[in-house]
């Protein structure tokens, strides 16, 4: 069955589905996007999403296409017209569409395209020996918070995690701090057990599943440190692990090559991956 894109107001077959030229997101990446997952025909934290979504957009003064209502019913039709129980839905907003000018133009209607496909979760192999990184460096602009379409650095990172047979990027600023992952959050556990992420600012993504996965940990009892880390406490961590909607929790058990610990998953991150589970109810 064709997937079904959602484009400005009209629902088309993916393949003939098409935005103008001079849409600004083609053009100056002037827009925003969320990831969102979609299990048993349910999108999951959909209220984080679409608070991030509202965030980014306020943020770049971008107008949001609908109210917040309207996008949930035009979700939900994507969704149901694609048939598909387990999916990735992709939901991009630019600015709209205008004569080229770096100027904000006066008239544009933000334009909005959600797209879904069958999702490329985690194998089981990655889930249970953990996934390996690379450092690469940070190349980013200021504002990593906000949830922006332009992904230059980000694909070349992860271009590099690629070609060295890795799942994901670690980017390291230039005071050796890891910052995130290409598309990604980063944590590490330390000798005392404590889970330790970046702290939320402008050098990050607030990840959806890093909210989620934050809070499991305090409810389960798990020291939450959010402070910056190095990429020496990095190669020293007891455990290492990356989040995102697509990758879900996973053990992240070698960086640039060297094990993380013993080179096996540990502990602490195999019983958050459990929580996340259990929080969506696949457990
Ligand atoms: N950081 C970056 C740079 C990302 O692109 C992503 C994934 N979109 C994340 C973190 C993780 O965010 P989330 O958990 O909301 O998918």
Redesign the pocket.
Same mark, same amino acid.
Not at 180 to 185: C, D, L, P, V
Not at 207 to 210: A, E, K, Y
Not at 243 to 246: A, E, H, K, P, V
């Given at each position: 069955m064709a997937h079904i894109a959602y484009v400005n107001g009209r629902y088309r077959p993916l393949h003939s589905a098409a935005v103008a030229p001079e849409d600004r997101g083609y053009q100056f990446a002037d827009g925003v996007y969320e @990831?969102i997952k979609v299990l048993g025909g349910r999108p999951r934290d959909l209220e984080r999403h679409l608070d991030r979504l509202a965030r980014s957009l306020a943020a770049l003064d971008i107008a949001p296409p609908m109210t917040r209502r309207a996008l949930e019913s035009v979700l939900h039709e994507t969704l149901r017209r694609n048939q598909l129980a387990n999916a990735l839905v992709y939901l991009q907003v630019t600015r709209g569409t205008a004569p080229r000018n770096h100027l904000f133009p006066k008239r544009a209607r933000p334009s909005l395209v959600i797209t879904v496909r069958r999702p490329a979760f985690p194998s089981e192999r990655e889930r249970e020996q953990g996934v390996g990184v690379i450092t690469q460096p940070d190349l980013r602009w200021g504002r990593?918070d906000i949830?922006s379409i332009s992904l230059l650095p $980000?694909v070349l990172a992860r271009q590099s995690a690629a070609a060295a047979g890795c799942r994901e990027a670690w980017l390291v600023d230039r005071e050796g701090i890891v910052t995130?992952?290409?598309?990604? $959050?980063a944590y590490i556990v330390d000798a005392a057990g404590r889970l330790i992420t970046h702290p939320l600012n402008q050098r990050?993504?607030g990840? @959806?599943?890093?909210s989620v996965v934050l809070q499991l940990a305090r409810q389960d009892g798990i020291e939450v440190v959010e402070q910056a880390f190095s990429v020496d406490q990095a190669y020293a961590a007891r455990e290492a692990a990356l989040?995102?909607?697509?990758s879900w929790l996973l053990p992240v058990t070698s960086i640039d090559g060297r094990p993380v610990s013993n080179g096996m998953p540990g502990h602490v991150v195999r019983r958050l991956m459990a929580l996340y589970a259990a929080h969506l109810g696949v457990a």
């Open positions: @990831v990593c949830k $980000n995130e992952g290409s598309a990604s $959050n990050i993504l990840g @959806v599943t890093r989040s995102s909607t697509s």
